[in-house]
């Protein structure tokens, strides 16, 4: 299984979850944006400032005690037209926990964000896990690219130029609206909006 992502996930992987979303429509110019592990008042109102004033909308993949913590700011998210998702309670990593654990985790989730979209934390899955959650949703969501932008070893432009090099049509791509990916966030994520806009992309929503 993979320990660590690369920035667009190999055809291997995507084919042993096939089941999952890695990317959308490829012959639309379209793109569609995902923030993970949010709400946090550090990050998340920011990004939905430099969202609305370019009018982009976005996906937010939340985790459920953020969203209890930080109630107002997850209305905010809908409210701005934005998507969520459930990212489970506790960011619980499918790997260091029992499948019941995994499973009660991201039913707590639902109780905080009433979505039928879900982003496994950290990407990790069995395959097993599969069946299960597409009883209880109707996305398993993962991505095209990653931006990177958690990675302390990288600059804000290195994070830019991760999803430059990589986007196209119909990529899912992540960012995070955490604490630990603000200092490359809060430069690459404007960069990044204003490319994507200059190169005639449109933003959907899962
Ligand atoms: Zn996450």
Same mark, same amino acid.
């Given at each position: 299984? &993979?320990?660590?992502?690369?920035?667009?996930?190999? +055809?291997?992987? !995507?084919?042993?979850?096939?089941? *999952?979303?890695?990317?959308?429509?490829?012959?639309?110019?379209?793109?569609?944006?995902?923030?993970?592990?949010?709400?946090?008042?550090?990050?998340?109102?920011?990004?939905?400032?430099?969202?609305?004033?370019?009018?982009?909308? +976005?996906?937010?993949?939340?985790?459920?005690?953020?969203?209890?913590? $930080?109630?107002?700011?997850?209305? !905010?998210?809908?409210?701005?037209? $934005?998507?969520?998702?459930? $990212?489970?309670?506790?960011?619980?990593? +499918?790997? !260091?926990?029992?499948?019941?654990?995994?499973?009660?985790?991201?039913?707590?989730?639902?109780?905080?964000?009433?979505?039928?979209?879900?982003?496994?934390? $950290?990407?990790?899955?069995?395959?097993?896990?599969?069946?299960?959650?597409?009883?209880?949703?109707? !996305?398993?969501?993962?991505?095209?690219?990653?931006?990177?932008?958690?990675?302390?070893?990288?600059? +804000?432009?290195?994070?830019?130029?991760?999803?430059?090099?990589?986007?196209?049509?119909?990529? &899912? &791509?992540?960012?995070?609206?955490?604490?630990? *990916?603000?200092?490359?966030?809060?430069?690459?994520?404007?960069?990044?909006?204003?490319?994507?806009?200059?190169?005639?992309?449109?933003?959907?929503?899962?």
């Amino acid at each position: 299984m &993979i320990r660590s992502w690369s920035i667009q996930p190999p +055809a291997w992987i !995507r084919l042993i979850f096939k089941d *999952a979303l890695w990317r959308m429509d490829k012959d639309e110019k379209t793109i569609f944006l995902t923030f993970d592990d949010g709400p946090v008042q550090e990050v998340t109102p920011w990004v939905c400032d430099e969202l609305k004033r370019r009018d982009v909308k +976005a996906t937010f993949f939340c985790v459920g005690e953020n969203v209890t913590q $930080h109630p107002d700011i997850y209305q !905010r998210v809908i409210e701005d037209g $934005h998507k969520t998702g459930n $990212h489970s309670f506790n960011h619980l990593p +499918a790997w !260091r926990c029992s499948g019941k654990e995994y499973f009660r985790n991201i039913e707590m989730g639902m109780s905080q964000i009433g979505s039928k979209l879900f982003r496994p934390p $950290h990407g990790q899955l069995y395959p097993w896990q599969m069946s299960k959650l597409k009883g209880l949703f109707s !996305r398993v969501v993962m991505w095209d690219v990653l931006s990177k932008d958690y990675d302390k070893r990288l600059s +804000a432009e290195e994070v830019f130029q991760n999803v430059k090099h990589h986007v196209r049509p119909g990529s &899912i &791509i992540v960012f995070h609206d955490s604490v630990k *990916a603000w200092p490359r966030l809060k430069k690459a994520l404007p960069e990044t909006l204003d490319y994507l806009i200059g190169q005639g992309y449109s933003f959907g929503l899962l």
